[in-house]
């Protein structure tokens, strides 16, 4: 089964607006810190839990600890998943 914990800079607001772009076309349902996903025959639970800040001199960074695990989802499916859920949060940068 596949599975993910990470750790995102950005606020419970923004992972809430941005997350609608990164689980379509799925339905969702949101719960407290929770976000079950129908994902075909399967479900992705997603968990997301603020963390402490992290701390750069005068710059604070948000965190969020997100943890995704799939039920009656196939590997393929899992990993696209979160391949999808990956570029949606997406930052550019150089």
Do not use: W
Not at 40 to 62: C, K, N, T, W
Not at 83 to 88: I, L, M, N, S, V
Request: proline share 5%; aromatic share 10%; glycine share 8%.
């Amino acid at each position: 089964m596949v599975s993910r914990m990470c750790l995102m800079s950005l606020s419970e607001a923004d992972f809430l607006r941005l997350l609608p772009r990164a689980i379509a076309p799925f339905n969702f349902s949101l719960g407290s810190n929770t976000v079950e996903v129908t994902v075909g025959e399967g479900v992705a639970h997603i968990a997301f839990q603020p963390r402490p800040a992290h701390v750069l001199a005068s710059l604070s960074l948000p965190v969020l600890q997100v943890d995704i695990r799939f039920d009656n989802l196939d590997e393929a499916a899992g990993k696209a998943f979160l391949y999808r859920f990956d570029q949606a949060f997406h930052r550019g940068g150089g």
